[in-house]
Nanobody, 126 residues
């Protein structure tokens, strides 16, 4: 059974760093694009960044450009979201998503994904 599991969230001070992980089981991640979304309290879920099956990256949230990077470790079947210089407005639940037809990132924010992780909470506060 295909499954995504996020980890790495927690409480971090402004200016700090976190690395989130999205681990897959039941399928091989390197064949697929992976997207990260986040949902802040009281707000709609938004697409943050996406990495394609060919490692092209789209960063959608202007607020994270230059601070967040996405990468994959195929040997570990895991995609990472490195969050640097975090800000209070980065607080929220972070989700990864994919599906078996998802290879390239354009349009990912409007896509209906088959596979979502359970989410990992990120809280940026002093």
């Amino acid at each position: 059974q295909a499954r995504l599991v996020e980890s790495g969230g927690g409480l971090v001070q402004p200016g700090g760093s976190l690395r989130l992980a999205c681990a897959a089981s039941g399928f091989t991640l390197d064949y697929y694009a992976i997207a990260w979304f986040r949902q802040a309290p009281g707000k709609e879920r938004e697409g943050v960044v996406c990495i394609s099956s060919t490692d092209d990256v789209i960063v959608s949230a202007d607020s994270v450009k230059g601070r967040f990077t996405i990468s994959r470790d195929n040997a570990k079947n895991t995609v990472y979201l490195q969050m640097n210089s975090v800000k209070p407005e980065d607080t929220g639940v972070y989700y990864c998503a994919t599906d078996r037809a998802f290879r390239y990132c354009p349009g990912y924010r409007l896509r209906e994904f088959d596979y979502w992780g359970q989410g990992t909470q990120v809280t940026v506060s002093s």
